[in-house]
């Protein structure tokens, strides 16, 4: 999927294929908002006035840049749950036995649809952590730059949010639906906010 | 630029050169809100239940894919835009003459730094309009999906206006500034809380 021209994701994005998804686009936006975190530490090492974030800037790089690589392999995680789950799907369900079978299957795979989208909305909180620091410290010549990147790490943290609320209503698993919905919850009360503080910290220093 | 790979889109977005950036990013996260709203569409259509929703999915389907090619297209011009820019700054400004036919190059490439992420919003806003009878009529098998394109669509449109918002304090024309903010604010005003209101549809029509 990596390794395919940006105009041909776009375009399977928009078919009819089922994936990639909002799942794989909720990943790379995380990835374009890591990404252009990333560009902000970049262009604030060695430029004159910010000698003294330096070392914050390369953590901060160090960071962004390995959160970054996690983000761009979700895409292909979750093609691989959404085809697990349809595997589920099409087992045979004519005797008892198989539908059992196919059940435990059905349920495997829902979980797994569920997984990664979590896993996504937790690495995007990680970044939105970067992120802050950014904004206060970035270069301010591309400051909106860390503007536009938190901006994608938020609609990209509430679309993975929207991938996991797809799934947990068909979860058979009250105990696992309540903890996925438990932590998903406290990222989004924590880290919601927090990309509109980082938002408004780069709109008052733009002046 | 359309045809590199999606991964050395992503890299070139993290790396110290300055395009593509965030005026690029708002681009394609709009490229990706219209991508998305083009699929719904496309797994609406022809679907058991989606009939009489059918002629209006397809209607939806050529306007989301005619955005989403000139949000594609936008990308490139982001960069023109910026390269006009950084060749006006490097102009010599020895003479006053030299000076003076610098400043007017730098003032032309700013209207243009400009006009680039405005035209951006606006197709934006036309895709948020898309985004709206998708959400109301689209698949509910796919509506997140929908919901994922129209948080895509809220980062693209508020990253475009930070791309303006850095700009236009440059702009010794008031004329052009304020109607360039007046058109601004005014998509702002209308379509923002038009996101989360189709963003609420899709949460409400997920039960």
Redesign the interface.
């Known amino acids: 999927?990596?390794?395919?021209?940006?105009?041909q994701?776009?375009?399977e994005?928009?078919?009819?294929a089922?994936t990639p998804?909002?799942?794989g686009?909720?990943a790379?936006?995380g990835?374009?908002g890591?990404?252009?975190i990333?560009?902000v530490a970049?262009?604030t090492i060695g430029k004159k006035g910010y000698e003294l974030v330096e070392a914050e800037m390369k953590s901060q790089l160090a960071e962004?840049?390995a959160l970054?690589a996690q983000l761009?392999d979700m895409v292909a995680d979750d093609v691989g749950a959404f085809n697990q789950l349809m595997t589920a799907y099409r087992m045979p369900k004519e005797t008892d036995e198989q539908k059992a079978v196919r059940h435990e299957a059905v349920q495997a795979g829902l979980k797994q649809a569920t997984r990664v989208p979590l896993n996504c909305a937790k690495t995007c909180a990680a970044v939105i952590r970067v992120a802050q620091r950014s904004a206060e410290h970035g270069n301010l010549n591309?400051i909106?730059?860390a503007?536009?990147?938190v901006?994608?790490l938020?609609?990209a943290l509430?679309?993975a949010a929207?991938?996991v609320?797809?799934n947990t209503?068909f979860i058979k698993d009250p105990e696992f639906v309540t903890s996925v919905l438990e932590e998903l919850n406290a990222l989004m009360t924590e880290y919601l906010p927090q990309t509109e503080a980082v938002?408004a910290k780069?709109?008052s220093r733009?002046?």
Chains 1, 2 share one sequence.
């Open positions: 999927m990596q390794t395919i021209p940006l105009y994701f776009l375009d994005l928009a078919s009819a089922p998804g909002g799942g686009a909720a790379i936006m990835a374009m890591a990404a252009l990333s560009m970049n262009l962004s840049e970054r761009t591309v909106s730059d503007g536009a990147g901006l994608a938020q609609a509430r679309s929207l991938n609320y797809m209503p938002y780069v709109r733009m002046g």
